[in-house]
């Protein structure tokens, strides 16, 4: 049988109809196999992704990008996953000033460029005569109309460097400030109750009267702490202090103003 033979026999008819059914079938398989094939490999690649305990693809990937750290953790992360804070950097006390280091007890400048300036006497337990006597100096500050709290916060931050000491404990603040009738009261943080020992006792007591009574119009001194008489290690300030009251049961050697000389 010759093809044309096939063209026209009767069947042929029918022959097409099932190849073009066969072929729709063929086709619409494969088109129906090209999601599913799809679906299953997105699967299998999120199932792979996966870290233990059910972790996500997203922050596998993430990790994996990342350059690990000491110990094989990502870089800015720790062991269980969680972001590493950055170390903290140590801050700056805002309570303690930035004095700059002085060189000269002649020269000790805190006036930090101030246009206007001004000189008080503050009074030191000296390192150098074994702590027997108070070394008064002059510092150059900022002009202030309170000079008992200029006066109080040098006593705060003595210029150690320069083996100056007044021995009030760390962390003592300054609170209030009054005078009334030439007393100076000056309130200070409970902190200085934590004074400790005869001689650092002596030593707040001296250097804050003999500093406070060079100021003019001041006379005598009362320590607070948080508002009521301050208790210096079993000695209770409970009224005014002179200059003479110090000197009858103390005995620091007073020595000479080192006045200022600096710039």
């Avoid at 190849?19 to 619409?28: D, H, P, Q, T």
């Avoid at 590493?84 to 400048?109: K, M, V």
């Avoid at 009574?213 to 409970?238: K, M, Y």
Wanted: proline share 9%; charged share 15%; hydrophobic share 40%.
């Amino acid at each position: 049988m010759t093809l044309h033979d096939v063209w026209r026999s009767p069947l042929t008819p029918v022959v097409l109809v099932v190849l073009v059914v066969v072929a729709a079938g063929f086709w619409a398989m494969r088109g129906a196999d090209v999601p599913a094939s799809t679906e299953g490999a997105a699967e299998q690649g999120q199932t792979a992704a996966a870290g233990p305990a059910g972790g996500s693809g997203t922050e596998t990937g993430q990790a994996a990008g990342q350059d690990a750290g000491p110990g094989g953790s990502a870089a800015g992360e720790t062991g269980d996953g969680a972001t590493a804070e950055p170390a903290d950097e140590p801050q700056p006390d805002p309570a303690q000033p930035a004095y700059p280091l002085a060189t000269s007890r002649s020269a000790i400048d805190r006036s930090g460029g101030a246009a206007d300036t001004m000189r008080v006497t503050v009074y030191y337990v000296d390192f150098d005569a074994n702590m027997e006597a108070l070394q008064p100096v002059e510092i150059q500050v900022p002009f202030s109309i309170t000079p008992i709290k200029v006066c109080v916060e040098q006593l705060l931050h003595p210029p150690e460097e320069l083996g100056l000491f007044s021995e009030f404990p760390p962390g003592t603040a300054a609170l209030g400030f009054n005078l009334e009738d030439g007393v100076a009261v000056v309130d200070l943080s409970a902190e200085v109750e934590g004074v400790r020992g005869e001689t650092a006792v002596n030593a707040v007591v001296a250097t804050l009267v003999y500093t406070l009574t060079e100021i003019p119009g001041v006379d005598a001194v009362q320590l607070r702490a948080n508002g009521e008489p301050a208790v210096l290690d079993g000695f209770e300030w409970s009224a005014p202090l002179t200059r003479a009251d110090v000197e009858a049961w103390q005995n620091f050697r007073v020595e000479p103003v080192i006045p200022y000389s600096g710039g």
